[in-house]
């Protein structure tokens, strides 16, 4: 199993790109926000107690999160591989997604850094938030935002390039230019992991 883990800035292009993955390499794009939402919307155990914890505002803890991913690995054992997308987040949860991923014979083979000037992200944000109506798309919340993105992602970049599967892409120009970019990184790795 091919696992890549895509992460970028809120607006850097994770879901446009993760979807250009799924049609080439046939992979399965798990992105924890919209796993949460399904868990969510369909009243699961797990989405209940997801929700007690975001309808306060807070993060869910590592430990509900890794249940749900592990549930979601275990439901398509034959799939091709996986794109985490929005997990891991720190450090800490990358050790738990080494852990599960071991247990289960594979690893994470790629990490996929998009990286996009703060000045174009914050412009994309408030573009998606006019044509979207999302409330999360301000410019204060978006400062936030980017401003946790940095503090928590710094150290997780650092710890994916130590263990030397970091690819920093350029996420800027068009869909397919930088889609393009990210088939030349995957193309060979995911080539060397299915010999």
Not at 7 to 25: C, E, H, I, M, W
Not at 104 to 132: F, M, N
Not at 165 to 170: G, P, R
Request: hydrophobic letters at 40%; glycine letters at 10%; zero cysteines.
């Amino acid at each position: 199993m091919f696992n890549l883990v895509i992460f970028g800035a809120p607006g850097s292009g994770k879901g446009t790109q993760s979807a250009k993955l799924v049609d080439r390499y046939g992979l399965r794009h798990i992105s924890t926000g919209e796993l949460l939402r399904d868990h969510i919307a369909r009243g699961t155990k797990s989405g209940k107690i997801a929700d007690g914890f975001i309808s306060k505002g807070n993060l869910i803890p590592d430990a509900l999160m890794l249940d749900i991913l592990a549930d979601e690995l275990d439901a398509a054992p034959d799939a091709r591989g996986v794109i985490f997308d929005g997990f891991p987040r720190t450090i800490p949860q990358a050790e738990e997604l080494r852990k599960m991923l071991a247990g289960r014979g594979t690893k994470v083979h790629a990490v996929i850094g998009l990286e996009v000037p703060e000045d174009e992200l914050t412009d994309r944000l408030i573009k998606r938030g006019a044509e979207s109506g999302r409330s999360d798309d301000t410019p204060e919340t978006i400062a936030k935002r980017l401003d946790v993105y940095h503090s928590q992602t710094q150290p997780l970049k650092d710890f994916y390039t130590g263990e030397s599967v970091f690819h920093a892409i350029a996420g800027s120009g068009s869909v397919d230019e930088i889609f393009n970019s990210i088939a030349a990184v995957v193309d060979p790795i995911m080539a060397d992991a299915e010999k």
